[in-house]
């Protein structure tokens, strides 16, 4: 075991003693401006974290796993969306991390996606701006099952914007961003029982630093499609604001 392994699992097994819901992003709210001043050798690094946590959750865990990993069928994204895949790291977003042992109760579930925090406020209506442009809901989580491929979009595509692009402008609008993402999830693996609630085992969690824009308030319409047909196969209703 390397040094970088060594302290990853100090930091699992510190991590457990209930880290807060907000954890990821605060890590990436930190994270952020060394990533744009460090490029692609931040961003190699960050891959290499990711990568090592799988094996560091499995010699802390009582040795090798039950059943060899089955890695996801991806041909793309689906139409009109953008992909994000297991692995990556960068502005747009990353997969891995951890939550709260308590994020379930204030998540919600659709199908083979979690939006978390979605049920406890974490997903809000964007702020209107004195130039009538709107400011961005930043550090959403979202997660898909391991093996699995869906995308998340809504009701609604011309007023809710996935944000994936930073513009130069402070604020955006509902001509920025895109309708949907893609999720694919790491490989399947089966993992023994006991892991901390915190560490979500069996889902790949996708941090989003720019989140999105909406200029809807009240109740939001989520929709996951799954492939290869795309056609929705789960909705979910999620709370903008208080009146939902």
């Known amino acids: 075991m390397d040094d970088l392994e060594?302290?990853?699992?100090?930091?699992?097994?510190?991590?457990?003693?209930?880290?807060?819901?907000?954890?990821l992003p605060g890590v990436w709210r930190r994270r952020r401006t060394h990533l744009r001043r460090a490029g692609a050798g931040a961003v190699a690094a960050l891959a290499a974290?990711?990568?090592?946590?799988?094996?560091?959750?499995?010699?802390?865990?009582?040795?090798?796993?039950?059943r060899p990993a089955i890695a996801p069928a991806v041909a793309g994204p689906a139409p009109g969306s953008e992909l994000l895949k297991c692995g990556s790291s960068s502005a747009r977003g990353i997969s891995g991390g951890?939550?709260?042992?308590?994020?379930?109760p204030a998540s919600i579930q659709a199908g083979s996606v979690w939006l978390v925090g979605a049920r406890s406020g974490?997903?809000?209506?964007?702020?209107?701006?004195p130039d009538g442009r709107l400011r961005a809901v930043t550090g959403i989580i979202v997660a898909v099952r391991n093996g699995s491929t869906a995308e998340?979009?809504?009701?609604?595509?011309?007023?809710?914007r996935f944000m994936t692009r930073e513009v130069a402008a402070a604020g955006y609008t509902l001509h920025d961003g895109v309708a949907g993402l893609t999720l694919a999830g790491c490989?399947?693996?089966?993992?023994?029982?006991?892991?901390?609630?915190?560490?979500a085992a069996g889902l790949t969690l996708f941090?989003?630093?720019?989140?999105?824009?909406?200029?809807?308030?009240?109740?939001?319409?989520?929709?996951?499609?799954?492939?290869?047909?795309?056609r929705v196969s789960w909705t979910a209703t999620v709370p903008l604001d208080r009146t939902c």
């Open 187 to 199: 490989p399947y693996d089966r993992f023994p029982p006991g892991i901390p609630a915190a560490y």
């Open 122 to 129: 974490a997903w809000q209506s964007s702020k209107r701006l």
């Open 98 to 104: 951890e939550l709260s042992w308590r994020w379930k």
């Open 49 to 66: 974290v990711a990568i090592a946590v799988p094996s560091v959750l499995a010699s802390t865990t009582g040795g090798p796993r039950t």
């Open 6 to 23: 060594r302290w990853l699992r100090a930091q699992m097994q510190a991590a457990t003693a209930d880290p807060p819901l907000n954890l």
């Open 207 to 230: 941090y989003l630093p720019l989140g999105y824009v909406t200029d809807l308030t009240g109740c939001l319409r989520i929709q996951v499609r799954t492939p290869p047909s795309w």
């Open 152 to 160: 998340i979009t809504t009701s609604q595509p011309a007023r809710f």
